[in-house]
């Protein structure tokens, strides 16, 4: 017990004695790229596109000026998967806990790095990010992990379109004979690795790589397979888990996901091997009675390059929906800390979620409800209120609200009764997955077989006629001790990770503990952009 204590101490001072502010100065603007070969405007930062991977330290504190130079298209940053500790007024999300960033506006974003692994930024504007504003995040540790290697790599999955989304979403959006399903949504003309087309990873030989992947895309999920090497898994949505040796070597992932992975290069340089990544354009067609054009290459391929003077042998044409590929269920994965079932359930929230039109335009609803942007950021609505009034969700308007305890144990059920799959993602969490359904599984009607230590991700994929559960406690963090007079903001988005689901409203609006929020104090950059602060608002310093 004392050599734990003197571990954690250590810990600690090493953490504090090592942190510090990394700042970044960012100016979005449009650049004209062509990753594919095809030059079309895409969005990135500071005159360069692709956008910069950041890399920090657990215990840092990132610190981000961000102009808005676009010209045409407001914007506002999230930073996908890191919980915003006591600070979710960073959360990036306008309309939620945030106004637009107009052109022309600036405002800081201030992230505390108090999780390691692998995360990513993006745009979460008007459909924006898959124009190219996003970007990996990797928070190194500063204590060795338990296990080992040699170098690391980042490697991000993305679909890609040659034709701008404000377009693409107008077609999306157009009525249609298809509406009824949602809409058609259009087909991607390229899968870029590292947002790039023909992407050759330089490796040595004899060497343990740590591949952080980031599947960045707007809709298919992704399949990735390296050509005879061996992969392990120990990482998912920065949960450190057990390591996983994948037989065979196919991972698929979701829109939102990361995977962190092991991989030991081959001994000898006497040849390159490709990389595949396969849309799952397949299972998506078929839910939807599509069929796929003739001509069309839904697979993407780069290469680990053991020595650039040889050949880059091609990969062979894979279609996910082959019963051959027996990929792994990550549901079935095992968290390193070995965190038990959180119980009892306090509050339970079932969601039915189905495919509309509303106005003849495709829609999704939640309860038979669509989501309609609100006035002002919901977070700001909690603030003005008085504490018995912000517990009250009519208050909010029609943003899918759910209004919870501070403290509780929440369980949401998530029963998709349309006849695709759907990502999901909790902003300011990741979640315990209770159980998920394969594929036309049906709806929740009790619990199966519950592990005692289940997987926790921030992101999951629904299937089609299927459902989840997964859990939470709402408190944010769950893991510190602060006084009852700390300022607790907790606002979260729950929403489907295809951007074109987003922008048909695929989502609700976790709102926790809203009656601790009336003394918030917000950032006057985070008031100024908004147009001024509100009446209700007195005037207030700024955090920083």
């Known amino acids: 017990m004392i050599r734990t204590l003197l571990t954690l101490a250590l810990y600690g001072l090493v953490q504090d004695t090592l942190a510090k502010d990394v700042y970044l100065d960012w100016n979005i603007t449009w650049v004209t790229a062509a990753p594919d070969g095809y030059a079309r405007p895409v969005i990135g930062i500071n005159g360069q596109w692709p956008c910069?991977?950041?890399?920090?330290?657990?215990?840092?504190?990132?610190?981000?000026?961000?102009?808005?130079?676009?010209?045409?298209?407001?914007?506002?940053?999230?930073?996908?998967?890191?919980?915003?500790?006591?600070?979710?007024?960073?959360?990036?999300?306008?309309?939620?806990?945030?106004?637009?960033?107009?052109?022309?506006?600036?405002?800081?974003?201030?992230?505390?790095?108090n999780q390691t692994g692998t995360y990513w930024y993006h745009s979460h504007e008007t459909g924006q990010y898959p124009d190219g504003l996003r970007g990996p995040i990797v928070v190194h540790d500063t204590v060795p992990l338990p296990f080992e290697y040699d170098e690391e790599i980042t490697l991000t999955l993305t679909d890609w379109y040659h034709v701008q989304m404000p377009q693409l979403v107008s077609e999306f959006e157009a009525p249609s004979e298809y509406a009824s399903v949602g809409g058609q949504e259009p087909l991607p003309d390229a899968v870029l690795f590292n947002d790039a087309f023909g992407t050759k990873i330089k490796v040595k030989p004899s060497t343990t790589y740590l591949i952080h992947v980031v599947c960045m895309g707007n809709w298919a999920g992704h399949a990735l397979i390296i050509d005879d090497h061996d992969m392990t898994i120990v990482g998912a949505d920065?949960?450190?888990?057990?390591?996983?040796?994948?037989?065979?070597?196919?991972?698929?992932?979701?829109?939102?996901?990361?995977?962190?992975?092991?991989?030991?290069?081959?001994?000898?340089?006497?040849?390159?091997?490709?990389?595949?990544?396969?849309?799952?354009?397949?299972?998506?067609?078929?839910?939807?009675?599509?069929?796929?054009?003739?001509?069309?290459?839904?697979?993407?391929?780069?290469?680990?390059?053991?020595?650039?003077?040889?050949?880059?042998?091609?990969?062979?044409?894979?279609?996910?929906?082959?019963?051959?590929?027996?990929?792994?269920?990550?549901?079935?994965?095992?968290?390193?800390?070995?965190?038990?079932?959180?119980?009892?359930?306090?509050?339970?929230?079932?969601?039915?979620?189905?495919?509309t039109t509303l106005d003849g335009k495709p829609a999704y609803t939640i309860n038979n409800m669509t989501y309609k942007t609100p006035n002002e950021p919901t977070l700001y609505t909690a603030i003005a209120a008085d504490p018995e009034t912000a517990m009250d969700p009519s208050i909010y308007g029609e943003v899918n609200p759910f209004v919870v305890n501070y403290g509780d144990v929440v369980e949401i059920v998530l029963n998709n009764h349309h006849t695709n799959l759907h990502p999901w993602?909790?902003?300011?969490?990741?979640?315990?997955?209770?159980?998920?359904?394969?594929?036309?599984?049906?709806?929740?009607?009790?619990?199966?077989?519950?592990?005692?230590?289940?997987?926790?991700?921030?992101?999951?994929?629904?299937?089609?006629?299927?459902?989840?559960?997964?859990?939470?406690?709402?408190?944010?963090?769950?893991?510190?001790?602060?006084?009852?007079?700390?300022?607790?903001?907790?606002?979260?988005?729950?929403?489907?990770?295809?951007?074109?689901?987003?922008?048909?409203?695929?989502?609700?609006?976790?709102?926790?503990?809203?009656?601790?929020?009336?003394?918030?104090?917000?950032?006057?950059?985070?008031?100024?952009?908004?147009?001024?602060?509100?009446?209700?608002?007195?005037?207030l310093p700024p955090l920083y």
């Not at 657990?58 to 000026?65: F, K, M, Q, Y």
């Not at 057990?242 to 037989?247: K, N, R, V």
């Not at 992975?261 to 839910?287: A, C, V």
């Open 238 to 355: 920065g949960i450190g888990i057990e390591p996983h040796f994948l037989t065979p070597q196919y991972i698929r992932m979701t829109v939102g996901q990361r995977l962190d992975i092991l991989l030991t290069t081959k001994d000898d340089t006497s040849r390159n091997y490709p990389i595949w990544d396969g849309l799952d354009i397949d299972e998506m067609f078929k839910q939807e009675n599509r069929s796929i054009p003739d001509g069309y290459n839904p697979n993407g391929t780069a290469w680990l390059t053991y020595d650039d003077s040889l050949p880059f042998p091609p990969m062979p044409d894979i279609h996910i929906g082959n019963a051959s590929l027996d990929f792994l269920d990550d549901v079935t994965l095992q968290p390193r800390d070995r965190l038990p079932l959180i119980e009892p359930v306090d509050l339970q929230i079932i969601l039915d979620t189905d495919a």
């Open 425 to 539: 993602h909790l902003h300011g969490h990741d979640f315990q997955i209770v159980q998920r359904t394969y594929p036309y599984g049906g709806f929740f009607n009790g619990y199966g077989n519950v592990s005692s230590h289940p997987m926790r991700r921030d992101t999951i994929m629904v299937e089609p006629k299927g459902h989840f559960v997964i859990r939470f406690r709402a408190m944010n963090p769950d893991n510190l001790q602060r006084s009852s007079t700390d300022q607790y903001i907790r606002i979260w988005m729950l929403h489907c990770h295809v951007e074109w689901h987003v922008e048909v409203r695929l989502m609700a609006i976790i709102i926790e503990a809203p009656d601790r929020l009336q003394n918030l104090t917000v950032p006057t950059d985070h008031q100024e952009i908004c147009g001024g602060a509100p009446s209700h608002w007195a005037p």
């Open 52 to 113: 910069p991977q950041i890399d920090v330290s657990v215990g840092d504190n990132l610190v981000v000026d961000v102009y808005n130079a676009l010209g045409n298209q407001s914007t506002g940053i999230h930073w996908h998967g890191l919980h915003q500790n006591y600070n979710g007024y960073m959360d990036g999300a306008p309309g939620v806990t945030q106004c637009e960033l107009r052109p022309h506006q600036r405002m800081r974003y201030v992230v505390p790095m």
